[in-house]
């Protein structure tokens, strides 16, 4: 997956006052970026346009959920919202009543909120992760379910329960999906025990509101059934994976099926919100409409894909899917988890799926291309490098890197030598090991896809450009933010080889671009060799190497970055909303 590097994500220890006050207002307003996306859809035919809104209602509903599944007051808090005020338009910058201030604190911002905390409105409130690891100690056959991506956890009181099988009652077609769930409740109602906890799966706990997101599935479905078998067929699962709270049905569908003009992402999938456990998965829905000539475009660059692979500095080389399902997308409307300025998914992240169905690359051109966005970026890598390599960066450059990144999660060591999963194996390095390998990839095949003629001189120097702006930081990352870390870890790496070197008079980077092939090979290597080895104490040692961070350096150039002149805050407005 790839996000982008957003400044609000960058947490700072709380030490200043926990109360939202109106020079925070006014540090949001005043450096707030709006955004609306509009694409084109007249070519869309009356059947997708009639399944377009059954999906805008979908979404809508799903936002909701969101915003209560990150804060218990959520709804509370939107129900007395006065949409001309301030606080309303924070409520839709932060997706909840919580925002992030100018130096990364997070604030309750509405009186009717309570502090966030991060049980969230997922776990019980003011339950704390030793409460629930110590119940799942003394009680391990319920780990599985207490800790499922798409359940909420509740403690078993009276009430609780009470309202569960009343919902169970009213729906008897979750009960007869949930066998075991609806065995443990009765269990409970016969013997309450207030210190036990149990799970509610997703569909229960928020079961009315899920049936008419189901209700409209279904209708989107019937109004493209004719024109779009697949992406109806899809839409049929996924509005029975939302009862079951099993998404291996619409994820293969989904994955596999080749669908016309329109996309979607449904359901509950990234579990970023979830700050117990990591483990809950957030509702979201993305609408996209497919850009066919630029899908068309890229699925024919990727026909060489496996030369590729050969190519890469290891030696277990492997056999590339021919067929990758990757597309161009222009964003109608996100919702929930997924609304933001995200430029590219790569989905399903459950790896039984991933493994049996691959997994669907998803770029967004109108976020990747947007010129606000862009000019944004710019102006931070023309404030870090010397004046003259400022025009390298061009937008092209970065659709182009970015589309590679995600292209590359498919290339290169998948399993350890001695044929682990790589999670596993290598715990807290995995994910930033995969991603460095995804981004030096990128950046190591630039030279081939230049040979071939797929990028022309300027867009060669524009990908390496994009790969520097990648890599430089605003803020020393702390070691679990995995994204930061692993690029940090370049940044140094490329220092080292002399690739980029600090103008000591400016306090501006050179890029020496003679380097830049050999640079990302040789890391590139290294990278493969530890993702091999699968041995996390080497995975760590390698880490450290590569964070240090020298205030006369990084931190001279990460203080220039912070000053370019590229908003913190972006709101993002949908035209197909009526915005
Ligand atoms: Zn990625």
Not at 183 to 202: K, S, V
Not at 531 to 556: C, I, K, M, N
Request: charged content about 25%; proline content about 4%; some cysteine.
């Amino acid at each position: 997956m790839l996000r982008t590097a957003a400044l609000l994500i960058l947490l700072v220890p709380a030490v200043a006052a926990q109360t939202w006050t109106e020079a925070d207002t006014e540090a949001v307003t005043g450096n707030l970026l709006t955004l609306t996306f509009a694409p084109d859809l007249g070519a869309l035919a009356e059947g997708e346009r009639e399944a377009v809104a059954h999906l805008l209602a979908a979404g809508q509903i799903l936002q909701e959920l969101y915003e209560e599944q990150v804060h218990p007051d959520a709804s509370e808090v939107r129900f007395h919202l006065d949409p001309e005020s301030d606080e309303a338009l924070l409520f839709r910058l932060f997706k909840g009543p919580v925002g992030t201030t100018a130096d990364n604190r997070r604030v309750a911002f509405a009186e009717r909120a309570r502090p966030p905390s991060p049980e969230r409105g997922v776990y019980p409130q003011g339950i704390t992760a030793e409460e629930v690891e110590a119940y799942l100690a003394a009680h391990p056959e319920h780990r599985d379910d207490l800790l499922a991506l798409r359940t909420v956890v509740r403690r078993a009181a009276p009430d609780e329960i009470a309202r569960d099988r009343q919902t169970l009652e009213d729906h008897p077609s979750l009960a007869a999906l949930h066998p075991r769930f609806t065995a443990r409740l009765a269990a409970l109602a016969e013997r309450p025990d207030a210190t036990a906890l149990y799970a509610a799966p997703y569909a229960v706990a928020y079961a009315d509101r899920v049936m008419v997101v189901r209700h409209h599935l279904l209708s989107a479905a019937r109004a493209v059934e004719e024109t779009d078998r697949d992406f109806a067929a899809y839409l049929r699962l996924r509005a029975t994976d939302l009862l079951t709270g099993n998404y291996e049905g619409g994820d293969a569908a989904w994955v596999a099926g080749e669908f016309q003009n329109l996309n979607a992402q449904i359901g509950s999938y990234e579990t970023y919100d979830d700050a117990l456990f990591g483990v809950k998965a957030f509702y979201g829905l993305s609408l996209l409409a497919r850009d066919e000539a630029r899908s068309a475009e890229l699925a024919a660059a990727l026909t060489d894909i496996q030369d590729l692979e050969d190519r890469l500095p290891y030696e277990r080389h492997k056999r590339v899917r021919s067929q990758i399902p990757v597309g161009v997308y222009n964003v109608i409307a996100d919702f929930g988890q997924a609304r933001g300025t995200n430029t590219a998914t790569i989905l399903p992240n459950e790896a039984d799926h991933a493994r049996k169905y691959g997994r669907t690359i998803l770029l967004r051109y109108n976020v990747l291309t947007d010129p606000e966005l862009f000019a944004g970026a710019k102006a931070r890598f023309c404030a870090g490098v010397l004046p003259q390599h400022c025009d390298d960066l061009t937008l092209q450059g970065n659709f182009q890197r970015t589309l590679w990144h995600e292209v590359r999660h498919y290339l290169g060591v998948d399993r350890t030598e001695d044929g682990r999963a790589l999670g596993p194996a290598l715990q807290r390095s995995a994910d930033l090991l995969e991603e460095m390998k995804s981004d030096l990839v990128s950046l190591f095949v630039a030279e081939r896809l230049h040979e071939t003629g797929y990028y022309t001189d300027e867009a060669l120097r524009s990908v390496y450009a994009s790969g520097i702006l990648r890599v430089l930081q605003t803020v020393r990352p702390r070691r679990e933010q995995a994204y930061q870390t692993m690029q940090l870890m370049q940044w140094n790496y490329f220092l080292e080889a002399g690739l980029l070197s600090l103008d000591a008079s400016t306090g501006r980077l050179a890029i020496d671009y003679s380097r830049y092939h050999d640079t990302a090979e040789s890391l590139l290597r290294e990278v493969l060799a530890v993702q091999s080895a699968g041995d996390p104490e080497r995975a760590e040692a390698f880490v450290e190497r590569y964070t240090t961070w020298d205030d006369d350096l990084h931190g001279r150039v990460a203080a220039a970055l912070a000053e370019a002149p590229a908003a913190g805050y972006r709101l993002v407005r949908y035209r197909a909303l009526g915005e």
